[in-house]
Each structure stands twice: as structure tokens, then as C-alpha cells.
């Protein structure tokens, strides 16, 4: 049982009573349980040597914890009305998404980050004796912000999402160095003017607001204005120390500026309707630059931008890459959904680490073999691709494949350190070329029509829940008899097998058991009868471990 429970989904109170007797060794120490768990306590991780715990997506009839090694808590999506904490060291707590209408804190006085987003109307008991360094309470409909005017600690606020805030009450916080104030509606910033020290300013999605005032964050580096619906940006030419900047979705916006702000490293310009980026091609110290979804005419300005090390020109309509010729910098790539793109001159880009092609028509990928450091490679949606040369990058780790109409995928073989594989949605057969790649943690074998899944199990060795294969039958009878030979087979290995591969080929095994019983319409089957005695088996035969 060492080292198994990484991460689990779909946990009964089966498994948690494995946990409870077996104390196993938790990886990294951290745990993590999530997906429709009826649990009723967390008491089981009292004594466990776990540093960092996430639930999410569970139900709890009494939501107590108490532990004395937990350093980092999150609880999110749970339906929590109310909890109680008794965990002296910790220090980063996360409650968002749930029914909470009050936390008491008091006996938190550790915690120095907090998130209570998306609990609406939430009051917070003891919040203004904690030392907070960071606060993000997005989406609580909160109106009232007085509670925050004596936490001196606070560096970081996001109080984004929340219509009917005041902001006189933060006129008070001048060591604010971070703060989140988007989809506000917000008409004006004259309330911050004294908050001199933000570094860090998230303005967006408050449309026609008046930004005039914003020449008073002299050491602002780093602005959201997206969905602003602004005209001029002239008022930027007054933050001298602006190094990264958001204009996505202002699409009336006169760029001309732009050309001036040499001190730029980062630029986002994500549906602009621009159609020129003339003005761009003096940024010679942009780092990283998004300009996806516009209809560009003309890209060459970019080739003139040797620091670019991320590149985002994806929906762009583009057709040549050739003024990506000199940009030999580049270490990440998005040029997908570019249906008409010839690729050909991406041979020259030897630095790429991460690349992604989604869904642009291709078909001869043999250019890509030249790409020697790439790690993360995405594909998917290419429905008549030939992933033969993918055979020679073998320092891959992350493939996606989804989606490609692929049949066969033995060219896959020599990936062996692949920890992240894709192939949802294709027409595979034989999974066998995959029983190699015992570095992957995340597989996806979604609505296939694989053959040979639990006969390659005992190969792999997944720390996580996350493979599947969903087979589309036309009959369930006849669907689970093929189930229930890959079942027998598996069964059969279990008696050769030992240590955690046997235990994470009976966890794979009970899933998709599961997963046979849910699917099935008819309860009276023999199948099912089958089924549910070597489940119990199994339960039986994993509680000897």
C-alpha cells in the first residue's frame, strides 16, 4: 500500500478504510481526493504524514479536520455550509466554490494565504487577527470591505467579481503590492490613488471605465485591461516600469502607441481585430506575445523580435511561416487551428520545447524530427496525420493525440518518457505499444476500440486515476462479455504479479468494473452477476496487501 494514494478519484468508504488501517506512505505528501465521494469525515488523514490535502468534489456530512502536519488545505466544490479546523501549522487554506455562510478563523492564527471565493455572503469570524500576506475572495457578492482596513500584512487582493464593492475602504491599504479588481463595474480609479506601492493591477472586464487615474501606480508592472472596450492607450506612455501587458479583447483600440513602449516583455493582444502590427516590430525586448484569433495581413514585423521565447498566432489565418525564419529563441509555439499552414520552416527552430498544431489539416509531420528538445507536443484534431516521425522525439512527455483518426500507434513504442498521453477519440485497436511507458501518470483512451487494455496493465505502473477507455457498444450484453474475458485475463495475471503493480492493476480493474455496472441498463444480467462476484474478489484480495 506505500506510495499509492497520490491522487484518487472516485474513492469509496471501502478505500478509506484501507487508508485508516494501512497509514500508507503518501507521494511528495501531498493527497488528493476528488469526484462524488460520500464521505462522511475527514478524520482518517489525523494521523497520516501529509503536508498538503485537496478535496474536491465531494459531499460531507461532518466536515472536522483536525491534524497537526497539514500545511496547505483546499476544500473546494464540496457544498460546505460550515467547517471547523483545528490545524495549528497551517498556512495556505482554500474553501472556494462551496455553500459556506460562516468561517471562523480564530484558531488559524498560521494562515497567511486565503481563498473563500465563490461563497456568497460568506462572514468571516476572526479574519482581521490573522497576519494575511495574500487574500482572494472572488465572486462572494460581497459590499462591505471594512473587515480588510486593519490587515497591515496584505500584499496581494483579489476581490474581482463582486458588482456591489466600494473601494474607498482600500484607500487605507497602502502596502498593497497585488490587487484583482476585475468585472467590478467599476466607472473610475480615483479611490486607489493612494495605494502608490501596486506592482500588479487587474482592471478587466470593467467596460467604459475612466483610466486617467492610473499614471499614479508608478511602479506598476504588470496590467490587465482586457474587455475594457478602450479607444486610446496614450495613458500607458506614463508607467515607465510596465513589463507585461493584457489589451486582449479591445477591439476599437488605436495601437500606434504601442511602438514606444520599448520596456515591454510581455504583450497579449487576443481578439483585437487587428489586421497590422506594424507598430510592433520596435519591441525588441518582447519575451513572450499573443496576438491569436485576428485576421493578420501581414506577420513579418514579428521576425524582427529575437527575445521572443513564446509565441501565441494560433486562429490567425495564417498560411506561411516564413516569418518565423529568424526567431530561433522560440522555446514555445501555438500555431493551430491555421488550416491552410505550411509548416516547413519550423526545422530551423531547434530551442522549441513545446509546440502545438491543433486541428491544422496536416499530414507529413516529418519536419518535426529535427525538433530534438521538444517535450510537449499537440496534434490533436489533425484527422489525416502520419505519426511515424514521432518515433525519433523521444524526449517527449507530454502528446496530444485525440481525435486524429489514428488506427495504429506502434510509432508510439519508443516514447518510453512519456507522462502525459492523449488519444481520445480515435480508432485504435491494439493499446500494446503503450506497455513500455512506465513514466506515464496520465492516459486517455476515451472511445476507442481497444482489445488488449487489461492485458498491457500490469506493464504500466500509473500513480493517478486517470486512464479510461470507453468502448461504443452496439449491444451491452454482448459489450460486457468482452469486458468480462479482459477481466479473467487480468484475474489471472494478479496471481504472477506483486507489489504496487499488482495493487494499481486491482485499482484499474475495480474502476472499470464500476464503470460496467453504471453503464449497463439492465441490473438483472448474468454479466452483472459475473462481474460483482470478481469485484468482491478483488476487494477481498486487495484487503490482504
Known amino acids: 500500500m506505500n506510495n499509492v494514494f497520490h491522487s484518487a478519484q472516485k474513492l469509496t468508504e471501502y478505500d478509506l478504510q484501507l487508508i485508516q488501517k494501512y497509514q500508507p506512505q ?63 501549522n497551517l498556512k495556505v487554506l482554500n474553501l472556494q466554490g462551496n455553500n459556506i455562510k460562516q468561517i471562523c478563523l480564530s484558531g488559524l492564527m498560521n494562515v497567511t494565504e486565503l481563498d473563500i471565493s465563490k461563497n456568497v455572503r460568506v462572514d468571516i469570524i476572526g479574519l482581521k487577527n490573522l497576519r494575511l500576506t495574500k487574500l482572494t475572495m472572488n465572486h462572494c457578492d460581497v459590499d462591505d470591505l471594512s473587515v480588510l482596513i486593519d490587515m497591515d500584512s496584505l500584499e496581494e487582493l483579489n476581490i474581482s467579481g463582486n458588482t456591489r464593492v466600494k473601494l474607498q475602504l482600500l484607500r487605507q491599504m497602502v502596502q498593497l503590492k497585488r490587487l484583482n479588481i476585475s468585472d467590478n463595474n467599476i466607472q473610475n480609479l480615483s479611490a486607489l490613488e493612494s495605494l502608490i506601492n501596486l506592482e500588479q493591477l487587474n482592471i478587466s472586464q470593467n467596460v467604459s471605465i475612466d483610466v486617467s487615474s492610473i499614471n499614479f501606480f508608478v511602479k506598476l508592472s504588470k496590467l490587465n485591461a482586457q474587455d475594457l472596450e478602450l479607444r486610446r492607450i496614450q495613458f500607458l506612455l506614463d508607467l515607465p516600469n510596465l513589463k507585461e501587458l493584457d489589451l486582449s479583447y479591445n477591439c476599437r483600440l488605436d495601437y500606434q502607441p504601442l511602438q514606444y513602449m520599448v520596456q515591454l516583455t510581455i504583450l497579449k493582444l487576443s481578439f483585437c481585430a ?62 493551430s487551428y491555421n488550416p491552410d499552414i505550411n509548416i516547413s520552416v519550423l526545422n530551423n527552430l531547434c530551442k522549441l520545447k513545446k509546440l502545438y498544431l491543433f486541428s491544422n489539416n496536416l499530414k507529413d509531420i516529418s519536419i518535426l524530427t529535427s525538433l530534438v528538445n521538444l517535450e510537449m507536443l499537440g496534434l490533436s484534431g489533425n484527422k489525416q496525420v502520419v505519426i511515424a516521425p514521432l518515433q525519433y522525439l523521444w524526449k517527449l512527455t507530454h502528446l496530444q493525440l485525440d481525435d486524429c483518426e489514428l488506427c495504429e500507434i506502434s510509432a508510439l513504442a519508443p516514447l518510453t518518457n ?112 459475473k462481474i460483482v462476484l470478481v469485484f468482491n474478489a478483488l476487494n477481498a484480495r486487495q484487503t490482504d496487501q
Not at 26 to 54: H, M, P, W
Request: charged share 20%; aromatic share 8%.
Open 26 to 88: 503518501i507521494a511528495n505528501g501531498e493527497l488528493k481526493i476528488r469526484y462524488n465521494i460520500q464521505l462522511k469525515c475527514l478524520s482518517f488523514v489525523k494521523n497520516l504524514d501529509i503536508q498538503k490535502l485537496t478535496v474536491e468534489y465531494c459531499q460531507f456530512i461532518e466536515p472536522k479536520l483536525k491534524s497537526k502536519n497539514i500545511k496547505e488545505l483546499a476544500i473546494n466544490t464540496c457544498g460546505l455550509k460550515n467547517i471547523g479546523l483545528r490545524m495549528k
Open 274 to 335: 487587428l489586421n497590422n502590427i506594424i507598430y510592433l516590430n520596435n519591441l525588441v525586448n518582447i519575451e513572450s506575445l499573443d496576438i491569436s484569433n485576428n485576421n493578420i495581413i501581414n506577420l513579418e514585423p514579428i521576425n524582427q523580435l529575437f527575445k521572443l521565447t513564446y509565441l501565441n498566432v494560433s486562429k490567425c489565418n495564417i498560411k506561411s511561416c516564413n516569418f518565423l525564419r529568424q526567431l530561433v529563441n522560440l522555446e514555445e509555439l501555438d500555431i
Open 418 to 529: 512519456l507522462q502525459f498521453l492523449n488519444l481520445y477519440k480515435n480508432n485504435i485497436i491494439y493499446a500494446s505499444p503503450l506497455q513500455n511507458m512506465l513514466k506515464l501518470s496520465s492516459l486517455s483512451l476515451y472511445c476507442n476500440k481497444i482489445q488488449d487494455l487489461f492485458t498491457i496493465m500490469h506493464h504500466l505502473n500509473y500513480d493517478q486515476y486517470t486512464l479510461s477507455n470507453q468502448l461504443q457498444p452496439s449491444n451491452d450484453e454482448q459489450w460486457l462479455a468482452d469486458k468480462m474475458d479482459s477481466v479473467h485475463q487480468l484475474t489471472s495475471l494478479l496471481i504472477k504479479m506483486n507489489g504496487k503493480r499488482k495493487n494499481n492493476a486491482i485499482r484499474v480493474l475495480r474502476q472499470n468494473a464500476q464503470n460496467v455496472l453504471e453503464q449497463l441498463k439492465t441490473q438483472d444480467s448474468l454479466f452483472v452477476s
